[in-house]
T-cell receptor, first 111, second 113 residues
């Protein structure tokens, strides 16, 4: 019930491509779904987040799509750049309590 | 704001020694989380506090690990005795009540020889 399953484990795209990372959850009580970005040697940092009352949220080149009925959400990165190369984690939480994290996706954007 | 502060940033110790990791959360945040990150196990929640009270310590691997939060601005994670399998990056994160976003510190890279 507390799991968040993230895929793929790793992803390689060319500059300008649109990588998509997917997450699925089981606990319907989750009400907050953030994505974190982590660069080597750094802590994860919030990238973008969504609540289940909206189906999509966009911030710059980053978009979250949310499908409540399927219990799935995904991160799309438009016009990806080499500087986007990082590990991305999805997460889910309930009532702003502890977050359950996905296993992470290592993204490489080739020049 | 200075962000979450962790110390030390790197720690190398020998098996059997006591290790103490420190964390100062962002001022005004009332939830604090300790995580461990390894290649094999990913990001694991060890324990989290709300208003200085431990709420969930089910992720603490064993009795060798202990955590305290004596006040709103300081927390420690102690490993005694340390073992090579404890080698990992330990992150502290904090959040404000009612908001799900966690702010992570830079981490402490621990190597137990």
């Amino acid at each position: 019930q507390q799991q968040v399953k993230q895929s793929p484990q790793s992803l390689i795209v060319q500059k300008g491509g649109i990588p998509i990372i997917n997450c699925a959850y089981e606990n319907t009580a989750f009400d907050y779904f953030p994505w974190y970005q982590q660069f080597p040697g750094k802590g994860p940092a919030l990238l973008i987040a969504i609540r289940p009352d909206v189906s999509e949220k966009k911030e710059g080149r980053f978009t979250i799509s949310f499908n409540k009925s399927a219990k799935q959400f995904s991160l799309h990165i438009m016009d990806s750049q080499p500087g986007d190369s990082a590990t991305y984690f999805c997460a889910a939480s309930r009532n702003a309590g502890k977050s359950t994290f996905g296993d992470g996706t290592t993204l490489t954007v080739k020049p | 704001d200075a962000g979450v502060i962790q110390s030390p940033r790197h720690e190398v110790t020998e098996m059997g020694q006591e290790v103490t990791l420190r964390c100062k959360p962002i001022s005004g945040h009332n939830s604090l989380f300790w995580y461990r990150q390894t290649m094999m196990r990913g990001l694991e929640l060890l324990i989290y506090f709300n208003n200085n009270v431990p709420i969930d310590d089910s992720g603490m691997p064993e009795d060798r690990f202990s955590a305290k939060m004596p006040n709103a601005s300081f927390s420690t994670l102690k490993i005694q005795p340390s073992e090579p399998r404890d080698s990992a990056v330990y992150f502290c994160a904090s959040s404000r009540e009612g908001l799900g976003t966690q702010y992570f510190g830079p981490g402490t890279r621990l190597l137990v020889l």
